[in-house]
């Protein structure tokens, strides 16, 4: 019997109250920012061509000063609503990790069921589409990038799996308190990107400042910690959002009774683009 997947938060929308207090976590900086789950509104949604009975929540995207490498959607779509034509982007590759709700995803004219705790890897220039199925609505994170093509490299295959099939690695020395859910080896260069899992039992840290080219997403999915964005020590919750440009230093204190985890985007495996003098200048 399969085990029985862990909790994860998925934003419900709605709007505070006019006696609420406007005090919130949300920070924008250029190393670092931070979307707490108290801003995932009504009125801060958005809609997409060719989706029916949808709604989402842009979180990450492409701009200066922000996002280099990725977008990412927390999709909700309604019973019986869904796409048959999600992207007109072609050179986009896809990542889908339901978090609530039942859809029927369509790979290449194969039929794939999707709950909570699924994922999904959908390769550029492949034909795919969703449809919600069930009473309640179908709920996921839908992360998008272009995909990098390297010499004498295949593009991967689709993958669709349920976390819970996936073991944890956990961290060397750390008594199991530190670990990745990975769906893809780290060294299969086929990938430039990484959608993962991060599990830190109650009192598990990142024993160190991490600060490396690789720019983050983290969507945090269950627990909660005090997190290092660069010179700062957050605290993050179930439905918050970090997004770390590369060698933002990081670190973490995972507290409460229960487990921190995050779903995890991360560039890999590919050259640093480099300009040319054009870009700053002539040089003298």
């Not at 995050?262 to 002539?282: E, I, M, Q």
Request: glycine share 10%; proline share 8%; with cysteine.
């Amino acid at each position: 019997m399969s085990q029985k997947p862990a909790p994860y938060f998925a934003p419900k929308g709605g709007l505070p109250p006019q006696t609420a207090l406007m005090t919130q976590r949300a920070v924008f900086t250029s190393a670092y920012a931070l979307i707490p789950q108290g801003c995932f509104s009504d009125i801060v949604t958005s809609f997409l061509p060719g989706w029916t009975g949808t709604r989402l929540w842009v979180i990450a995207r492409p701009m200066s000063g922000f996002s280099e490498t990725f977008s990412q959607y927390v999709m909700e779509v309604s019973p019986g609503g869904g796409s048959d034509a999600p992207d007109a982007e072609t050179g986009a590759e896809h990542w889908i990790f339901f978090t609530e709700g039942l859809a029927t995803l369509t790979i290449n004219g194969t039929g794939y069921e999707m709950e909570a705790g699924s994922y999904a890897y959908i390769p550029p220039a492949t034909a795919w589409r969703l449809h919600a199925a069930g009473s309640s609505p179908a709920r996921f994170h839908w992360l998008r990038k272009l995909y990098e093509h390297a010499p004498g490299t295949p593009v991967p295959e689709a993958i669709v799996i349920n976390e819970r099939d996936v073991p944890v690695r956990w961290m060397p020395d750390t008594n199991e308190h530190w670990g990745t859910t990975r769906f893809v080896e780290p060294d299969d260069v086929r990938h430039d990107a990484h959608v993962n899992i991060v599990t830190f039992k109650p009192g598990g840290i990142i024993p160190f400042e991490e600060t490396h080219v690789m720019e983050h997403g983290l969507y945090v999915l269950q627990g909660k910690a005090v997190y290092k964005l660069n010179q700062d020590w957050v605290e993050v919750e179930a439905g918050d959002f970090m997004w770390l440009r590369a060698y933002c230093p990081q670190a973490c204190y995972a507290g409460g009774s229960e487990n921190f985890r995050y779903l995890l985007y991360k560039d890999v495996n590919r050259h640093a683009k480099l300009r040319g003098p054009g870009a700053f200048g002539a040089l003298a």
